[in-house]
């Protein structure tokens, strides 16, 4: 059972527009019958798909907020009778597609792990009335830049209180607070062309945000930059060596290559086409996992990525990933990914698949994610030989200038919007204009450029790394799961999308292809800002 607290706060150019507070108990149920070997869960029948997400979810309820214990208890009975019975048909009818099946798969659908128990205490915060000044204070940038047509800042606090307890011996409970705060401003160039940009920054409490003035001073920079960007140059279209400095290497890392380093299996259905179907989504919703690639390379051999969720901090900067427990009730641990370029396993639940049969200790809400990411190297050198390095290999290539990308923009929001459109397109592909990115020439001068994409940046990209650099930074974002763990019965009461820190350093790419974005872009506003007129 999840018990959450939760404050949203939006403001725009000083103005509070919204303060929603809510509080909240959640139950969440799964019930497995059968045995470990097979159970009746990993199978979806197209019957069932019929009646749309409720399915998924109706192990989800909600409890009463009063500590009645009689209330409460027939709150788990009710949703624990309705999912047993629907566990037994399910089971059913596995069975039976099973029989019809030539060769059925042998993996277990259930992994045996030991039994863990881990107490913690429920943290309480009240952060309200500090909340609304604070996004009072950075909202107000922007009411002095009229060509900015829109601007908020978001902040949510979120204070999670979680009670386990499964039929094998293992529970836990779990106290949690998390901040996050979203600055958003938007603009448009004189051919009507988009310009948006976004800052996300994330903590467990508020002193692990930065310093008011500190976010005051960023919201100013974005609000400058997007003024510049509104009359920059573009580029039709680059095909050469890119440096992702900085928070664009985190970025391009988690949102790119890290979706792959986890393993979802592919439920059995009464329908054969359904499983080619739920394949070919899984590519267009984020990518595909990196599965068939375990004992391949996926990185150069100067390259190694581990997850550690019993780190919380890198030379002073918190990682938000950090836990002892994951959501199976599986003690988390180091786990070596990728070893000089090699990939050794994937992270995974206690949903087996042939490759990995044991869980990596990685469930986190829907399914397996990371939770802090190392990326190490044998060889780095400094920003200012990575910058060298660049020209030179643009050189070689026949430009005069090298790009730096410094930001992508639009974090786990942006990459579940690009989800969402991807499923509308015929090929697949979404993409958005990359929110700082710089022609970078010999003599040290840089040229910001607008409306520039991304015009693809599979996984198998990264083999093409050619040098890092050697100050790694800590990049932290929501990691979106992939969607194939709905159907696994991975969905726990209250979770959220899990939060992942990365710590990765600059990456100068071989080959990156980027483009101009296309229109048609919506006409710039007629009339001038009523801001403009103060």
């Known amino acids: 059972m999840d018990e959450i607290n939760q404050s949203t706060v939006s403001a725009t150019l000083g103005s509070l527009t919204q303060v929603q507070p809510a509080r909240m108990r959640l139950i ?38 009063d500590d009645d214990y009689q209330q ?3 709150s788990f009975w009710l949703v624990t009778d309705s999912q047993y019975k629907k566990a037994l048909e399910d089971l059913s009818a596995k069975r039976a597609a099973l029989e019809m099946r030539q060769h059925a798969s042998d993996v277990p659908d259930f992994s045996k792990e030991s039994p863990a128990t881990e107490i913690e205490a429920h943290v309480q915060i009240d952060a309200g009335e500090e909340l609304k000044s604070l996004a009072r204070d950075i909202s107000q940038v922007f009411k002095s830049n009229p060509e900015i047509y829109g601007s908020s800042v978001d902040i949510d606090f979120r204070s999670f209180y979680t009670r386990y307890v499964n039929s094998e011996g293992s529970n836990f409970t779990r106290g949690r607070t998390f901040f996050k705060l979203q600055i958003s401003a938007q603009a448009q160039a004189a051919d009507g062309q988009p310009i948006s940009d976004s800052i996300e920054l994330y903590g467990n409490t508020r002193s692990d ?17 997007i003024l510049k960007l509104r009359s920059a140059a573009t580029l039709e279209h680059y095909n050469g060596p890119v440096l992702f400095e900085g928070d664009a290497a985190g970025e391009v890392f988690a949102q790119q290559f890290a979706t792959g380093l986890m393993v979802v299996r592919t439920p059995s259905s009464d329908d054969a086409r359904f499983e ?31 997850d550690n969720p019993r780190v919380s901090d890198y030379k002073g900067a918190k990682l938000l990933g950090a836990n002892i427990i994951d959501d199976d009730a599986v003690p988390t641990r180091e786990t070596k990914l990728v070893d000089h370029g090699v990939l050794k396993t994937l992270l995974s639940t ?42 030179r290999r643009a050189k070689g290539r026949g430009f005069d200038f090298g790009i730096v990308i410094r930001r992508v923009g639009g974090g786990a929001s ?39 994409e991304l015009a693809e ?3 198998s990209t990264f083999k093409d790394v050619v040098a890092v650099g050697d100050a790694p930074i800590v990049f932290t974002d929501e ?19 899990p939060i992942v820190s990365c710590v990765v350093p600059s990456m100068l790419f071989e080959e990156i292809s980027l483009k101009k974005g296309e229109g048609p872009f919506p006409n710039p506003p007629i009339s001038p800002s009523p801001l403009a007129k103060q």
């Open 414 to 452: 942006a990459t579940f919007m690009k989800m969402a459109i991807a499923m509308g397109q015929q090929d697949g592909q979404a993409t958005a204009s990359i929110a700082e990115v710089y022609k970078l020439f010999a003599d040290g001068r840089e040229e910001l450029l607008r409306g520039v």
């Open 72 to 74: 409460i208890r027939r």
């Open 276 to 306: 080619a179907f739920f394949n070919q989504m899984m590519s267009r919703l984020g990518g595909t996992s990196l599965v068939d690639k375990v004992g391949g390379r996926v990185l150069p051999e100067f390259l190694s990525v581990s």
């Open 457 to 459: 940046m599979p996984s």
């Open 209 to 225: 945000l930065p310093a008011t003035d500190v976010m005051v001073s960023r919201a100013r920079a974005m609000a400058e930059r």
């Open 28 to 65: 969440g149920v799964e019930v497995r019958v059968g045995s470990y070997d097979l159970d009746n869960s990993n199978y979806v029948s197209i019957r069932d798909l019929g009646n749309g997400m409720a399915g998924m979810f109706s192990g989800i309820r909600q409890a009463p907020l």
């Open 479 to 497: 990691f979106i799961p992939r969607v194939g763990a709905l159907f696994a019965m991975g969905v726990s009461a209250g979770s959220d999308m």
């Open 350 to 391: 206690r949903v087996p698949v042939r490759t990995v049969p044991h869980s990596s200790g990685s469930r986190h809400g829907w399914g397996p994610a990371p939770s802090n990411l190392f990326v190490t190297s044998d060889k780095s050198i400094s920003a200012e030989e990575l910058r060298k390095e660049l020209l």
